[in-house]
Each structure stands twice: as C-alpha cells, then as structure tokens.
C-alpha cells in the first residue's frame, strides 16, 4: 500500500470505530483493527528490507563491475604474453564471451 492508501485505511478504520451501527453485523471491525495493526507493524521493517536491498543490489552491481574489469585485464594479459606458456587454450576459451554470432545474410530476390 501507498501512502495515499494508508491514509485511506486509517481514515476508514478511525469512521468504522467510531460509527459501528452503519456497518452491518458480517463486517468484523476487530479483524479490521488487527490487519491494519499488523500492516503498521510490518510497514517499517518492509521499508528496511526495501533500504537494505537497494544497497545489496548497488554493492552487488559495483563489485560486479570491478571483479568484470580485473577479469578483462587477466585475458588481455594472457593474450598478450600467454602464448607459448601453455595459456592458448585458455585464452581462447575466455574469448568465447566476445564472439559474435555471425548474421546470416538475407536471400536476396531475384531481379527480373
């Protein structure tokens, strides 16, 4: 819920308490009461599990890019001096992550 339909559930449960001869005897103004209590109580820790998500998802990102950035120094260092030291296969294999599918052409129709 937002904050404009927090307001609205408050709003509504504050009429219902004070004006329960309207409501009629199916509507349970306890059961009511307890869900908006147990909403108000979870609200806050739902906003910290919101907080502290957002800043696992930015650290996760971060340290991401750094850990993608030494791994692309690594291969272009083995590229540059692994050959011969027994690193071909190994470089090619992490070459893997930039190769291209190749397109296939389109046939062309024929000119008449």
Known sequence: ???KSRAFVSKALEVATQNPEFLPRSFDLNE???DVQLFEA?????????????LLDDTSIAVG??????????????????Q???????????GQ????????SKPQAAAL
Do not use: C, I, T, W
């Open 97 to 104: 992550r930039f190769a291209r599918k190749s397109r296939k």
């Open 42 to 54: 979870l609200y806050p820790v739902l906003l910290s599990l919101s907080q502290l998500h957002e």
């Open 65 to 82: 890019s750094e850990a993608y950035a030494a791994a692309l120094q690594v291969y272009n260092y083995a590229k540059a001096s692994g």
């Open 1 to 3: 819920m937002g904050d």
């Open 32 to 34: 009511m009461r307890k």
């Open 84 to 94: 011969g030291a027994g690193l071909d296969a190994v470089v090619e294999e992490m």
